[in-house]
């Protein structure tokens, strides 16, 4: 009988506003037969690694020494990162010096790449290896990044072959020529850089680097509907994103320039308050919804030293003009994007939890939307994936990062990854 040996796996997220970090706990990957854990590295036994990942449990603390998607104070920022990360780790009682970090869509830029190379050959074709896929891929990249970017995901689309067949993997064909169509997902090398030093600074090695809307498809999405279509809507504080997930990878992006904090600033502007108060109405009080704007109750709410009464209608109707110009921005964003095999949106963010929100947009672009679910098991109950699916997904990718490792440093895999370049080096010179 096997040994079960578990692992910790930590995501980590740090905000404009929030650090957030979360834990989960994983069976050994030497626990699993190895067929079984390649199937779910490539995603055909998701359900099984999802039934084998633990949320141990998440937590978020005010971020400082960070702003505008930028290190402002690096030890002010270092501190704050070691007091959440340690927060958890003694909630959970774990011990760990790694943690995966994901960077938000203010530091993030969604390029599409393409890129063509010759398969040189004695012959008039070439049987296509699995190394001149990677080449055309690298090649791609060099071609559309600039020497201040740094990629953080190279997401192949298709190929195509002799500038006309498409295929999703051409190795074993013959071709003269092999393109590709990648999304490439980019980041500010010297900003992440900054951030992974505060890191470092805190005490916590980092293995790698993930955006954090693509990180949080792993749990507010499962594998049957990021195979199916599903686009997936995250309402951060400043930006919304919205990616398009078909055949188990992203295959769009659009960056929309408001968030909650959008609707907070304009109750604050409207009923001449303080934006931390609005906040807190927002939170409390507010709602999109026409329904909840035809009465007249009050809440009272303090200003300097007096309370006045402040009508509900009123927070309400004060959010609209930006919640016509957000739906306005959803509308235009996924006119331009292919969803036809999209049935429905689902929602992530803290600012889809404002009440009525994700029944206006269902409404504004005809298709149901609803809020993200937690596709593992919780040790602690229920948890906001709104709020916390990005740093659980941060921790979800860091495993299955360890896996593929594991994977290709076998033994086993060793043999074979030998002989595969035998027979390629056979096809290109004989």
């Given amino acids: 009988m096997a040994i079960v040996r578990e692992k910790y796996y930590c995501g980590l997220d740090v905000g404009n506003k929030e650090i957030k970090v979360g834990i989960?706990?994983?069976?050994?990957?030497?626990?699993?037969?190895?067929?079984?854990?390649?199937?779910?590295?490539?995603?055909?036994?998701?359900?099984?690694?999802?039934r084998e990942i633990e949320l141990l449990g998440s937590d978020g603390h005010k971020t400082l020494g960070f702003s505008n998607g930028a290190v402002s104070d690096l030890g002010e920022l270092a501190d704050g990162i070691h007091a959440s990360v340690q927060?958890?780790?003694?909630?959970?009682?774990?011990?760990?010096?790694?943690?995966?970090?994901?960077?938000?869509?203010?530091?993030?830029?969604?390029?599409?790449?393409?890129?063509?190379?010759?398969?040189?050959d004695r012959s008039a074709n070439k049987i296509i290896t699995h190394r001149d896929m990677k080449k055309v891929v690298d090649q791609a990249r060099a071609l559309n990044?600039?020497?201040?970017?740094?990629?953080?995901?190279?997401?192949?689309q298709y190929y195509t072959i002799d500038g006309a067949n498409r295929a999703m993997d051409p190795s074993g064909l013959y071709g003269r020529k092999l393109g590709v169509h990648s999304l490439i997902i980019l980041a500010n090398a010297n900003r992440v850089r900054n951030i992974v030093r505060a890191v470092h600074q805190a005490g916590y090695d980092v293995p790698h680097v993930f955006f954090n809307s693509y990180a949080a498809g792993e749990i507010a999405l499962n594998a049957?509907?990021?195979?199916?279509?599903?686009?997936?809507?995250?309402?951060g504080s400043q930006v919304t994103d919205l990616l398009i997930f078909k055949d188990d990878t992203l295959k769009g992006f659009k960056k929309i320039p408001m968030g909650g904090d959008h609707f907070t600033q304009s109750i604050a502007q409207q009923l001449n308050?303080?934006?931390?108060?609005?906040?807190?109405?927002k939170k409390s009080h507010a709602s999109t919804l026409s329904t909840d704007r035809t009465h007249d109750e009050e809440i009272l709410v303090k200003k300097e030293s007096a309370y006045r009464p402040v009508r509900h209608k009123d927070i309400c109707s004060s959010m609209e003009p930006q919640v016509q110009?957000?739906?306005?921005?959803?509308?235009?964003?996924?006119?331009?994007?292919?969803?036809?095999?999209?049935?429905?949106?689902?929602?992530?963010?803290?600012?889809a939890l404002l009440t009525g929100l994700i029944e206006r947009i269902g409404q504004a672009v005809n298709r149901p939307a609803r809020l993200a679910s937690m596709n593992i098991h919780c040790a602690t109950g229920a948890m906001n994936t709104a709020v916390f699916s990005a740093v659980v997904g941060l921790a979800k990718k860091g495993f299955k990062q360890g896996?593929?490792?594991?994977?290709?440093?076998?033994?086993?895999?060793?043999?074979?990854?030998?002989?595969?370049?035998?027979?390629?080096l056979y096809y290109e010179y004989f």
């Avoid at 958890?88 to 970090?101: A, Q, T």
């Avoid at 959803?330 to 600012?351: F, K, Q």
């Fill in 145 to 156: 990044i600039q020497i201040d970017e740094e990629v953080l995901h190279d997401l192949p």
């Fill in 87 to 120: 927060t958890l780790l003694r909630k959970v009682k774990v011990k760990l010096k790694e943690v995966y970090l994901g960077v938000g869509c203010d530091l993030v830029e969604v390029r599409e790449a393409d890129a063509v190379i010759p398969l040189v």
């Fill in 325 to 351: 110009r957000f739906l306005e921005y959803v509308r235009e964003a996924l006119a331009g994007m292919e969803t036809l095999d999209c049935p429905d949106i689902i929602m992530i963010g803290g600012g």
């Fill in 403 to 424: 896996v593929r490792y594991a994977i290709r440093s076998s033994s086993d895999n060793w043999t074979k990854n030998i002989s595969n370049r035998l027979q390629e």
């Fill in 224 to 235: 049957s509907e990021r195979a199916q279509g599903r686009i997936m809507m995250d309402i």
């Fill in 273 to 281: 308050l303080s934006f931390d108060l609005a906040e807190e109405i």
């Fill in 24 to 50: 989960v706990k994983v069976k050994d990957s030497s626990w699993w037969p190895k067929a079984r854990l390649s199937q779910a590295v490539l995603g055909l036994g998701e359900s099984v690694l999802d």
